[in-house]
């Protein structure tokens, strides 16, 4: 019987670093019980830039959401290939072991609501599906674990025993709340896999949400979106000795809305001599490619003559390598550290 590719759902990254927010240093890889459900509903994914399509196998005689009305949960690794990316990226520095990022349909969308945006904010912790959790030694309580909103595991704890071990594998995974004396303790996302060291996040496709969203005629979309690190600009003007010449002025002509304090006299680089430093007067967002350059520009004269000769050098975009972090009042700051060679 032939059958029709129904576009079902859409999962999109945007980054401001990037020129119109095309994100495109991310691939889905999905876990191993994912890869059944897909294989048994024809389910292929295609990636066009930030943008990764859902396709689905139906039957003409069929609608998209019965297709899919009885499909498991989809779950993918977010596989980041810049190594790079949290330097360009508004995150906190060092991140946190074992969290990750969590990005869902968590929402029932229809034609009149917004789509949801999901941010660095919304993390979980990685977990196993066997476990052990601290329990007060002189009583016992009562743990609960739930899916979905459904208990799925029940016990109360072992007298005079500061642990007690959970095992809830055969549910697989899934996203598990921890609940002792019915307050919750953790929210975490659980598998026996192993995720990739590159794993950035989890998607966690709803099939239950997505197919509500579909009856109600609405493509479920999940909006994946970064802000860009802000950082102090600082560029390093080295004029080698060499070079013989008389420096009468150096100043730097300001676009983007960039304002840079005066020239300060620093070693820096393991230099023994000192360079010219320009330091923005704030921290600016990075972007990946500038619509208009800075330009530093000098004027300068040599031992040969005084006529005073001008150069113009455009500024080059930082790079997202050149990240330095210090420490004021006991918050990080970040300079993006540029070298110009005169």
């Known amino acids: 019987m032939h059958k029709e590719h129904i576009h079902w759902f859409t999962f999109l990254i945007e980054h401001l670093y990037f020129n119109n927010k095309e994100c495109t240093v991310f691939d889905l890889v999905p876990l191993q019980q994912t890869q059944r459900t897909l294989k048994n509903y024809g389910i292929r994914f295609q990636k066009l830039k930030n943008q990764f399509l859902a396709y689905?196998?139906?039957?003409?005689?069929?609608?998209?959401?019965?297709?899919?009305?009885?499909?498991?949960?989809?779950?993918?690794?977010?596989?980041?290939?810049?190594?790079?990316?949290?330097?360009?990226?508004?995150?906190?520095?060092?991140?946190?072991?074992?969290?990750?990022?969590?990005?869902?349909?968590?929402?029932?969308?229809?034609?009149?609501?917004?789509?949801?945006?999901?941010?660095?904010?919304?993390?979980?912790?990685?977990?196993?599906?066997?476990?052990?959790?601290?329990?007060?030694?002189?009583?016992?309580?009562?743990?609960?674990i739930k899916n979905n909103g459904e208990e799925i595991f029940n016990q109360i704890s072992p007298e005079k025993q500061s642990t007690a071990f959970i095992n809830i594998q055969v549910h697989g995974t899934g996203v598990y709340e921890l609940w002792i004396d019915n307050e919750l303790v953790n929210t975490f996302f659980g598998t026996s896999e192993r995720l990739s060291t590159n794993c950035y996040g989890i998607l966690h496709i709803n099939m239950r949400n997505a197919v509500?969203?579909?009856?109600?005629?609405?493509?479920?979309?999940?909006?994946?979106?970064?802000?860009?690190?802000?950082?102090?600009?600082?560029?390093?003007?080295?004029?080698?000795?060499?070079?013989?010449?008389?420096?009468?002025?150096?100043?730097?002509?300001?676009?983007?809305?960039?304002?840079?304090?005066?020239?300060?006299?620093?070693?820096?680089?393991?230099?023994?001599?000192?360079?010219?430093?320009?330091?923005?007067?704030?921290?600016?967002?990075?972007?990946?490619?500038?619509?208009?350059?800075?330009?530093?520009?000098?004027?300068?004269?040599?031992?040969?003559?005084?006529?005073?000769?001008?150069l113009d050098i455009p500024m080059p975009v930082p790079s997202a390598t050149s990240l330095i972090t210090k420490q004021v009042n006991n918050e990080n700051v970040y300079y993006s550290q540029t070298t110009i060679y005169v």
């Open 56 to 144: 689905a196998e139906v039957a003409p005689s069929k609608k998209i959401w019965d297709e899919l009305a009885y499909a498991d949960d989809l779950f993918f690794q977010l596989i980041n290939t810049d190594a790079t990316f949290d330097n360009y990226t508004d995150v906190t520095l060092p991140k946190k072991a074992n969290t990750i990022l969590y990005a869902t349909n968590e929402k029932v969308v229809n034609r009149f609501a917004d789509q949801p945006i999901i941010t660095v904010k919304n993390t979980l912790t990685v977990g196993t599906l066997r476990f052990s959790v601290p329990v007060p030694k002189e009583k016992s309580v009562s743990i609960i």
């Open 212 to 310: 509500e969203s579909l009856r109600e005629n609405a493509l479920p979309i999940v909006q994946l979106h970064f802000d860009a690190r802000a950082t102090f600009r600082e560029y390093v003007v080295i004029i080698p000795k060499e070079k013989k010449i008389d420096i009468k002025n150096m100043e730097i002509e300001s676009a983007n809305n960039e304002k840079y304090g005066d020239v300060e006299q620093k070693k820096v680089l393991g230099n023994e001599e000192a360079s010219n430093v320009f330091t923005t007067t704030n921290a600016i967002p990075l972007y990946q490619k500038a619509k208009e350059h800075s330009v530093l520009k000098i004027q300068y004269a040599n031992q040969f003559s005084d006529v005073v000769t001008e």
